[in-house]
């Protein structure tokens, strides 16, 4: 037992050596977030690669009412290619706390909810910036499947000025428009 013990310990010492260092990320949320303006489609540009989304192009996240008053999310994309496999999945969002609606939690998996914080978000609500309180995750979000270049370079800069490594960005393959 005295060993079992021993071991266990050890490979929590090993693991929490293995974690990223904590790197400091500004996780401001924009200051004025309408849930109704927020609503529809949104074509995903750029993401910080991860298990859920690995290999899909053409994703997009479409955000509506439920009957509950929670939202519903719809995420859709392809496998590896635009005309491949379809892939979808439907979660939900709530947001938790009315006074800072633009921190929202989003779950796909029964009680499990992650964050999804509004770092950025244009006025008229055509582009979005996600985040969340971990430096792992991060999306560029726009309302058309192509987002102008020059628009592109000043979001990553936002993102660059707000301490995220640019080198895990991933752009996203979108239908042409």
Same mark, same amino acid.
């Given at each position: ?30 200051? +004025? ?29 479409? *955000? ?6 929670? !939202? ?24 938790? +706390? ?14 499990? *909810? ?9 006025? +008229? ?44 960005? !991933? ?7």
């Amino acid at each position: 037992m005295k060993r079992l013990i021993i071991c266990i310990i050890t490979m929590i010492m090993i693991l929490n050596s293995c974690k990223s260092q904590d790197v400091k990320i500004d996780k401001t949320v924009v200051k +004025n977030f309408n849930i109704e303006k927020y609503l529809g489609t949104w074509y995903e540009i750029s993401r910080f690669d991860h298990s859920f989304e690995r290999d899909l192009v053409g994703v997009t996240a479409t *955000y509506s009412f439920r009957e509950d008053g929670k !939202i519903k999310v719809v995420n859709k994309g392809f496998k590896k290619t635009l005309g491949g496999e379809k892939s979808e999945v439907e979660g939900k969002a709530k947001i938790p +706390n009315p006074e800072v609606p633009s921190k929202l939690k989003v779950s796909f998996f029964w009680f499990f *909810y992650g964050d999804y914080f509004v770092l950025e978000l244009d006025e +008229n609500y055509q582009w979005v910036v996600v985040g969340s309180k971990s430096d792992k995750y991060l999306w560029i979000l726009s309302r058309s499947p192509q987002m102008d270049e020059i628009l592109y370079n000043n979001l990553l800069k936002k993102i660059k000025k707000r301490g995220y490594n640019l080198n895990d960005l !991933i752009r996203i393959e979108q239908k042409k428009i």
